[in-house]
Structure formats: structure tokens, C-alpha cells
């Protein structure tokens, strides 16, 4: 079973910058999706961005378009996810999450209940 390990979240002032970082301590080639999702206090988890193993798919959410970037380096394992122009909206718990396979389009949100691993969340808090 693959293990996912994140690290790069902490606390930025409004429109800064933050990289997330996900390895996969233990490698399953199964694995052709990851994702980034987030969920805030009292709110719904979001997928906020995915990417395809080639790196040549990805969806953005459009609270994140233009100021997120997600790639992948398959020699390491991990993908990334560049966070600049923080908001204090983006504040939120981040996890990574990887999967076999997608019910879903490259032009609508991934949906949780296919990815079956996820790593345990890091903390993004941005203030004003």
C-alpha cells in the first residue's frame, strides 16, 4: 500500500507563497493519479487540483487557478503544490491523495471516493 507523507505547510501573511510537498514513502506503480484537496473549518473537503502521471493532465480549481501550480517528479515520487498569492480563504487543512483510477474529467472537481490513500494532512493558515 502506498504511504503518503506531506510537509511544507505553515503560517504566510496575505500573498505569500507556500510549497506543499507529498512523497510516497512506499511506491505502489499502481498509483497514476494524485491530488491536493483541502478542507477549512465547517466546510465541505475540496479537490483543489490533480494531476495525471505524465504530468500532462491537471485540473485546477477556480478559487486557485493562476496561483496554484501542481506537478510531479516520478523519479522522487512526490508531487508539489506551489501555492503563491495566498489569501486567507486558502487557510485550510491540505491533503494529498493518490489514486488508480478517475471517474472523472480533467475539467470537473476529482472526486474524493476515488482516491484511496491519503496522507495526513498539513496546515496551511494565511492572515490578512
Known amino acids: 500500500q502506498a504511504q503518503l507523507v506531506e510537509s511544507g505547510g505553515g503560517s504566510v501573511q496575505s500573498g505569500g507563497s507556500l510549497r506543499l510537498s507529498c512523497a510516497q514513502a512506499r511506491y505502489s506503480y499502481a498509483i497514476k493519479y494524485m491530488a491536493w484537496f483541502r478542507q477549512a473549518p465547517g466546510k465541505e473537503r475540496e479537490g483543489v487540483s490533480c494531476?495525471?502521471?505524465?504530468?500532462?493532465?491537471?485540473y485546477y480549481a477556480d478559487s486557485v487557478k493562476g496561483r496554484f501550480t501542481i506537478s510531479r517528479d516520478n523519479r522522487k515520487n512526490t508531487v508539489y503544490l506551489q501555492m503563491n498569492s495566498l489569501k486567507p480563504e486558502d487557510t485550510a487543512m491540505y491533503y494529498c491523495?493518490?489514486?488508480?483510477?478517475?471517474?472523472?474529467?480533467?475539467?470537473?472537481?476529482?472526486?474524493?471516493?476515488?482516491?484511496?490513500?491519503w496522507g495526513q494532512g498539513t496546515q496551511v493558515t494565511v492572515s490578512s
Open positions: 491523495a493518490a489514486a488508480l483510477a478517475l471517474t472523472t474529467d480533467w475539467g470537473t472537481p476529482p472526486a474524493s471516493a476515488d482516491f484511496h490513500y
Open positions: 494531476i495525471s502521471w505524465s504530468g500532462r493532465n491537471t
